[in-house]
């Protein structure tokens, strides 16, 4: 794994990077414990703005950094996926998707503070999601015919696309949605949400995917797959149409030949639009954004990645209309953050030793319903 530190910085681009040291000081004298990071995704200059997050969890100052490409623009969630923003396993670096311009911008992270470091294409049409493990990366398309593209992360976090490492999805309409690499570095999941399936890739030593395999989704409405640290993977289910609050979350085993085992299938959030999940860091639980329903759901993992309902399930309210999408914790598990897309803020809570959320209110006086997508947080 590539870690960009402040002092290589420095050596690239000099002057510049002496006065992010200075900022970053600055930083750490406020009461700074981290930072929270959502994208705008503007078509005419997509942009990352980031908050500095106390010890209490409230987000106080923001600031706005351009990461030199396009977004896809439009109202309320318009790429349609999780992962957008992503920062990297070891929390240095941050990746953001320019739709728009079909690139992927990386910055290193430094708290709150962020420094461009460069922009490359993905290999594809309208990026719409990134994912890393020790030093690989890969890009989902969700433009034209759908395709995963690999990449080795260099020196300064510099992505170099990797030979023959372009996968089609099984179809040009079947709206791959986020992808996820198991904890083990073996394998890469996407799942397909028009389709209703999970694709299972197994990564081979030179970077590149095996052949896909296909495992439909028996539940309805599949979105978003994320991986938790004993490598139980659980996909939010958004639900049957035209159901009321129907969505679901399931979990499954990956095994060696790429097939998917359920675990807990199809355990109601009882709440509407479940398309996104965060898990926290020492895989105990497991929280859903209701975007739907303006809610969040939350469940215990157990140790064989069976999901049980937290309480009453329902664990957070955010305001009526606030319409929370991509949903992230913090580095150290104790927070939770929303994208309020309609009502142009970060919905906020703690999280409490029992999995129950304490709401701090919403931060952030952003624009309304303006297609900003992607959350991520330390």
């Not at 922009?119 to 719409?128: D, E």
């Not at 996407?190 to 989704?217: C, H, K, M, Q, Y």
Request: glycine share 14%.
């Amino acid at each position: 794994m590539i870690k960009v530190t402040h002092c290589l910085l420095a050596i690239m681009i000099g002057i510049g990077a002496t006065s992010s040291v200075l900022h970053a000081t600055e930083f750490n004298n406020r009461d700074n414990a981290g930072a929270v990071f959502v994208m705008t995704n503007d078509a005419g200059k997509n942009q990352v703005i980031a908050f500095e997050r106390s010890t209490n969890g409230t987000l106080g100052e923001s600031t706005s950094y351009d990461t030199h490409g396009r977004g896809s623009g439009g109202t309320t969630d318009p790429l349609e996926s999780q992962g957008s923003l992503t920062l990297s396993q070891d929390n240095s670096l941050l990746f953001a998707v320019d739709a728009g311009s079909g690139s992927v911008s990386v910055f290193s992270v430094h708290k709150a503070l962020l420094t461009f470091l460069n922009r490359a294409p993905s290999g594809g049409a309208q990026p719409s999601a990134v994912a890393e493990h020790g030093g690989l990366v890969y890009v989902l398309n969700s433009g034209g015919a759908g395709s995963l593209v690999g990449f080795h992360l260099d020196f300064g976090g510099q992505l170099k696309q990797i030979k023959n490492s372009t996968m089609f999805l099984t179809g040009t309409t079947t709206g791959g949605a986020s992808l996820s690499f198991s904890p083990d570095g073996q394998f890469l999941l996407v799942p397909e949400r028009v389709a209703n399936n999970v694709e299972v890739f197994r990564i081979r030593p030179d970077g590149t995917l095996s052949p896909i395999v296909v495992n439909a989704n028996p539940a309805p409405g599949t979105f978003s797959v994320a991986f938790a640290p004993d490598g139980a993977a659980i996909v939010s289910e958004t639900g049957p149409a035209n159901g009321t609050n129907a969505s679901a979350i399931s979990s499954y085993k990956v095994n060696s030949n790429s097939t998917l085992t359920a675990i807990s299938q199809s355990v109601p959030t009882l709440g509407a639009g479940n398309c996104w999940s965060a898990i926290t860091p020492d895989g105990t639980k497991v929280y859903t954004s209701n975007s739907g329903s303006d809610n969040i759901s939350g469940f215990n993992i157990g140790e064989n990645g069976t999901l049980t309902p937290i309480a009453g399930t329902i664990v957070g309210e955010n305001p009526t209309g606030s319409h929370n999408v991509d949903i992230a914790i913090t580095a150290d598990g104790k927070f939770l953050y929303t994208i309020n897309s309609q009502s142009g803020n970060v919905g906020t809570f703690a999280i409490n030793q029992d999995g129950s959320l304490t709401d701090l209110g919403q931060a952030g006086d952003l624009p309304r319903s303006v297609g900003f997508n992607g959350i991520a947080a330390l």
